[in-house]
């Protein structure tokens, strides 16, 4: 079948106002949040889990590659289709199912945006609890298959954590369950594999999330330090000190001065780092803990410990943290983010590593993240219009990531593989750990029709079943 | 070709793997009644997967076993040619107070881990039952846990990595040891539950939590089943953030009480963790509903009762159904009326208890009087409960002795069992592991 043919067949089953092929329409689902591009053959729109489940069928009976793509604001390539492929796009399947204020739970389909579900609970005094900086447009079909973080997940965990059940096409275009409002199901957790799978096991068209109720009372404190050094090691004094904060996130100098450039968000400019710290839960509780954190602060030599003392003071600091990456492009042409993860007692001297690398590319590199869990964002700087600048990019973040794993921890802890960091798998796994992953993908997936070239190494780097040979009329047409 | 090794051979394969002295040839335990050729303990997961190998490429079942504290569960085995204990994987593969993490070898008993991890003031949520000889492999392969349920979350919230041997012998991992990962399938879901037929785990990592430094427990009495569940949900709509939020009905504090006639109440037991000024808020909150505390010291030994509820329960009444529901919240009361109703209507005696914040439910029948033609009423109870469950409900039967081959210890759940054939095909494919037990 051609590619006109399969468009035909696209507009058949979802719509002719449901499918787009035009060059120029195409261009804009070339990307995602990270640095590849890659242009599709078609984007189709689906509105109801039986056009999917046809849509899956067709491209699997004609080998075509399918990507499903929420908001496309992830930062690994896990959104981005194979040339010339289908991207399956999300954005007319963004309806809130059901709201079950008795189980606690909601029932969405994927296209729903992450803050819009929050806000659509928000007047029954509940909220879905993962919140990338992304989530005023990432969508939760986007944060299941990456099994997507943020900064309240210290104390509340992942995107897996927070969902229950799924309605899963797969490759065969079958229709299946996994899983429902019970916060666990006997059998196997197929739920918990799903999420974070990063599409290449089925495509989810209904989701089942936990609904969290508001806690009672919040703190927010800054807490700002002379040296990058004495904040990383006040991250562990406080865990050791027996407190897990909601949040617990840090900005060191040079990004907290790009950022009170852009939004003003009260950053103290002349500081070495600041952590940003909140506090959730029972009155009482918080009040003791915001004292014991600050007296910790105070301890590992902060130079002030500020508490936001009003709804708008706080949401100002959060502002300053979530626009970060807005505020970095008004100083660099192009950035690259990365996502290593190292154990808590190890930050302080990844930060000194970090530092080291900035210096041996010439690169600047800035430090925003997740310190509570170790979980590290360096946004390395540099200009896409030079070559070369990219090719020290890409070789810093591989020192930083090896130097991750090096120290026991891991390459991505909330965006994802995807296309970027596939490579780096084999460091992280054996070729046998590998092995049995595939086995489980190609077992859905055997023809690896859905989000190929994903996730796992190449074929020549790790044994599995290469991509659905090209379409003839895709390479005919030239792409 | 042959494919079928036969026991003198095995054994003679099984100790070179592991050593003669890791061997026993006449071995005295059963599962579910069924004597093994042999049992062996292997030294590490080289070994394990050794062993796995062979008894692929031969097309043998193997048993994986911690601690024996589950072993009663599921249908009775065909034949077991090998009981393979990991009682010898003890290797501690990383820990810093700090990093609120630790990686254990499967073999390491729940207690012992905890009382590692306290020594640093830390806390290991899981509290399977006899968790002194429960194993860490055995409480991640059988999914269990207690009371911590409620406020710490299951072991799919805190357990960060795995490493486990497949069915057909491959060495393999998933996730690591730090508390934030998403490199690579998430494996340890797939295992956690699995009740041994995917893989044989030699090892995990855990997130830790910081010990609470003082906790009370409150007991609060009603006479019916609905008035307790409404003061849960009164409690989960509060902002009170408990340990621990447990149900007994009558005849379970009785089970947990030797000597003691049924009490008439159903009570809501919760423990809360925190300052005097946060014990006082949880005593005004909960108000006059509260009829006696727990305070530190005797708290220990009530929760520790709870947890054991399953064994205690069949330590006493020794061919007792016992069935765990997972259910959503709201169907816990029609689920329990329901219960109770066959359970009158049957002649059997009930007692139930459960982590009801959480959707958990254990529910034990057994007979009044005596026991002629019980296993017709357990296959009537049953039944009825089964088809009252919603759509998305999921049930086992973790122990009964009187309709073993009956009734599927597998008995409900919402997952399509077709993609759950399919993973089975994926990591073991010839049905080493736990053959004839679970049936999918």
Not at chain 2, 288 to 296: G, K, L
């Amino acid at each position: 079948m051609s590619l006109p043919q399969v468009v035909e067949q696209l507009r058949k089953i979802a719509g002719r106002d449901a499918v787009l092929d035009r060059p120029e329409d195409l261009m804009l689902y070339e990307y995602d949040g990270g640095i590849r591009k890659s242009t599709p053959g078609t984007v189709v729109f689906p509105q109801t889990t039986e056009q999917v489940s046809q849509i899956m069928r067709l491209a699997s009976s004609v080998h075509m590659p399918v990507v499903a793509r929420g908001a496309g604001t992830g930062l690994s390539g896990g959104a981005i289709s194979q040339p010339g492929g289908i991207v399956i796009a999300f954005s007319r399947m963004n309806r809130v199912l059901e709201v079950d204020v008795e189980n606690q739970r909601a029932v969405v389909q994927p296209g729903v945006v992450n803050l819009q579900l929050s806000e659509h609970v928000s007047h029954l005094g509940l909220y879905f609890a993962p919140d990338p900086s992304s989530q005023k447009a990432c969508t939760i079909g986007g944060n299941v298959a990456e099994n997507s973080g943020g900064p309240h997940t210290l104390m509340y965990g992942v995107t897996v954590n927070h969902v229950t059940g799924l309605e899963v096409v797969l490759p065969s275009g079958e229709i299946v369950h996994y899983g429902g409002k019970p916060a666990e199901s006997y059998g196997y957790d197929m739920a918990g594999f799903f999420v974070g799978s990063e599409g290449t096991i089925g495509i989810a068209t209904a989701i089942t999330v936990k609904l969290l109720r508001k806690p009672e009372k919040v703190a927010t404190l800054l807490a700002i330090f002379e040296t990058v050094d004495d904040a990383g090691r006040t991250v562990s004094a406080i865990t050791s000190a027996g407190i897990t904060p909601a949040a617990l996130e840090m900005l060191d100098g040079w990004t907290l001065r790009t950022i009170e450039a852009y939004c003003h968000a009260g950053y103290p400019l002349d500081a070495g780092a600041v952590l940003l710290i909140e506090l959730d839960g029972l009155r009482e509780a918080v009040e003791e803990q915001a004292e014991a954190v600050s007296a910790v602060c105070v301890q590992q030599k902060a130079r002030e410990v500020r508490r936001a003392k009003t709804e708008e003071e706080r949401a100002l600091l959060w502002k300053g943290r979530k626009t970060a990456f807005g505020a970095l492009g008004r100083v660099s042409p192009s950035y690259y983010t990365q996502d290593g993860v190292v154990p808590r007692s190890k930050i302080a001297a990844t930060l000194q590593f970090i530092g080291e690398v900035s210096q041996k590319y010439g690169l600047t590199i800035g430090n925003i993240f997740h310190a509570g869990d170790g979980n590290l964002h360096p946004l390395i700087l540099f200009d896409i219009r030079f070559p070369d600048q990219l090719e020290r990019a890409l070789a810093a973040s591989e020192d930083i990531l090896q130097y991750c794993i090096g120290v026991g921890g891991s390459i991505t802890g909330e965006h994802g593989v995807g296309m970027e960091k596939r490579n780096l798998m084999p460091v992280l796994f054996t070729e046998q750990d590998l092995d049995v992953m595939v086995s489980l993908r190609n077992t859905f997936n055997r023809d690896n029709v859905l989000n190929p070239e994903k996730l796992f190494p190449t074929p020549r780097m790790c044994r599995e079943v290469s991509g659905p040979a090209r379409h003839p009329v895709l390479a005919q047409e030239g792409m | 070709m042959s494919i079928t090794a036969t026991p003198t051979r095995f054994a003679a394969e099984v100790r070179a793997i592991c050593g003669t002295e890791h061997v026993v040839e006449s071995p005295t335990e059963n599962i579910c009644g069924v004597v093994p050729s042999l049992t062996v303990i292997p030294g590490s997961a080289d070994e394990v997967a050794a062993i796995l190998r062979f008894a692929n490429e031969h097309r043998m079942t193997v048993v994986p076993a911690g601690g024996l504290t589950q072993q009663y569960t599921g249908n009775r085995p065909p034949q077991v040619d090998v009981l393979l204990y990991t009682s010898r994987l003890t290797e501690v593969e990383h820990y810093d107070p700090g990093d609120l993490t630790i990686g254990v070898g499967a073999g390491w008993t729940v207690a012992h881990l905890s009382s590692k991890v306290a020594a640093d003031k830390l806390f290991f949520a899981g509290d399977p039952p006899l968790p002194e000889r429960a194993s860490v492999g055995g409480l991640l392969a059988m999914g269990l846990y207690g009371p911590h349920r409620h406020g710490y979350g299951g072991l799919r919230d805190y357990c960060i990595g795995v490493r486990f041997v497949t069915g057909d012998g491959r060495k393999a991992k998933g996730g690591g040891r730090v508390v934030k990962n998403v490199a690579g399938y998430d494996m340890m879901k797939l295992l956690i539950g699995s009740w041994g037929t995917l893989g044989i785990i030699t090892s995990a990592s855990f997130k830790l939590f910081p010990a609470p430094r003082q906790t009370q427990t409150f007991v609060s009495c009603f006479p019916t089943a609905a008035e307790a569940l409404e003061f849960r949900s009164r409690i989960l709509r509060s902002p009170l953030d408990p340990m621990c939020l447990e149900l007994l009905s009558p005849q379970a504090s009785a089970v947990l009480t030797p000597g003691s006639p049924a009490a008439a109440w159903w009570s809501i037991c919760l423990r809360a963790a925190g300052s005097d000024a946060v014990l006082a808020r949880y005593r005004t909150e909960l108000g006059s509903a509260v009829t006696h505390e727990i305070r530190t010291g005797n708290e220990e030994g009530f929760w520790h009762a709870v947890a054991n509820f399953a064994p205690t329960v069949r330590e006493r009444h020794h061919d007792c159904l016992l069935i765990s529901l997972m259910l959503p919240l709201a169907d816990l009361a029609p689920i329990l009326d329901r219960t109770a109703a066959v359970a009158e209507s049957a002649g059997l005696e009930l007692a139930a208890i459960g982590r009801v914040g959480a959707g958990h439910l254990l529910v034990a029948l057994w007979p009044a009087a005596d026991m002629k033609g019980v296993s017709l009423d357990f296959v009537k109870a049953f039944a009825a409960l089964r088809s009252a469950l919603s759509h998305d409900a999921s049930m086992t039967v973790l122990h009964g002795p009187e309709v073993r081959g009956q009734i599927n210890a597998w008995a409900a759940t919402p997952t399509d069992v077709t993609s759950m054939r399919a993973v089975k095909q994926a990591l073991d494919p010839n049905d080493v592991l736990n053959r004839g037990r679970f049936a999918l």
